[in-house]
T-cell receptor
Framework: DQQVKQNSPSLSVQEGRISILNCDYTNSMFDYFLWYKKYPAEGPTFLISISSIKDKNEDGRFTVFLNKSAKHLSLHIVPSQPGDSAVYFC?????????????FGKGTLLTVNP | EPEVTQTPSHQVTQMGQEVILRCVPISNHLYFYWYRQILGQKVEFLVSFYNNEISEKSEIFDDQFSVERPDGSNFTLKIRSTKLEDSAMYFCASNRQGSEQYFGPGTRLTVT
């Protein structure tokens, strides 16, 4: 049951360039979306979120875009840095608020080459 | 910055044994969760907990699983009789009202 899909298992970019990570979802009830970053032997670390009432949210080098009609979101990292190398998880919820379960994608391994 | 902590970092147990995984959520958080990630697979929701009771649980969270908040700081996940397929990374998470979930570093459970 893949309600959240990240179709690219890996992505490699050069330092300073843009990284674009993609995520698709099938459950139209999802209304809150998050990106987490995970390093080996650590737990997921929150990066940025967006609710379904917006189509864009920006925080420093990170921007998330949401296309509700296509059920697609993307994370842009500009400029990419070697320290950004990690697994990036897209997650979604149908009750963004206080008490909600997250449904995760399988993750995309981003490698930023110096 | 406050963090979610989990102990132990690695637990090895024999099939059929009981294990307790421990978590200390961030102190002003009210909502608590357990997730797991089997090697090579996605992170999966197990259970959410608020106001001393389970709010929601997944199909994975069967009668062999239980959660407890025994005091004001700890949040535990118990597996009564472990199976080989319970081997996974178990992540605890917590959040306050209206915030994103913060995850702990995980406990790697190995069932032999």
């Amino acid at each position: 049951d893949q309600q959240v899909k990240q179709n690219s298992p890996s992505l490699s970019v050069q330092e300073g360039r843009i990284s674009i990570l993609n995520c698709d979802y099938t459950n139209s009830m999802f209304d809150y979306f998050l990106w987490y970053k995970k390093y080996p032997a650590e737990g997921p670390t929150f990066l940025i979120s967006i609710s379904s009432i917006k189509d864009k949210n920006e925080d420093g080098r990170f921007t998330v875009f949401l296309n509700k009609s296509a059920k697609h979101l993307s994370l842009h990292i500009v400029p990419s840095q070697p320290g950004d190398s990690a697994v990036y998880f897209c997650a979604a919820s149908n009750s963004g608020g206080s008490n909600y379960k997250l449904t995760f994608g399988k993750g995309t391994l981003l490698t930023v080459n110096p | 910055e406050p963090e979610v902590t989990q102990t132990p970092s690695h637990q090895v147990t024999q099939m059929g044994q009981e294990v307790i995984l421990r978590c200390v959520p961030i102190s002003n958080h009210l909502y608590f969760y357990w997730y797991r990630q089997i090697l090579g697979q996605k992170v999966e929701f197990l259970v959410s907990f608020y106001n001393n009771e389970i709010s929601e649980k997944s199909e994975i969270f069967d009668d062999q699983f239980s959660v407890e908040r025994p005091d004001g700081s700890n949040f535990t996940l118990k597996i009564r009789s472990t199976k080989l397929e319970d081997s996974a990374m178990y992540f605890c998470a917590s959040n306050r009202q209206g915030s994103e979930q913060y995850f702990g570093p995980g406990t790697r459970l190995t069932v032999t």
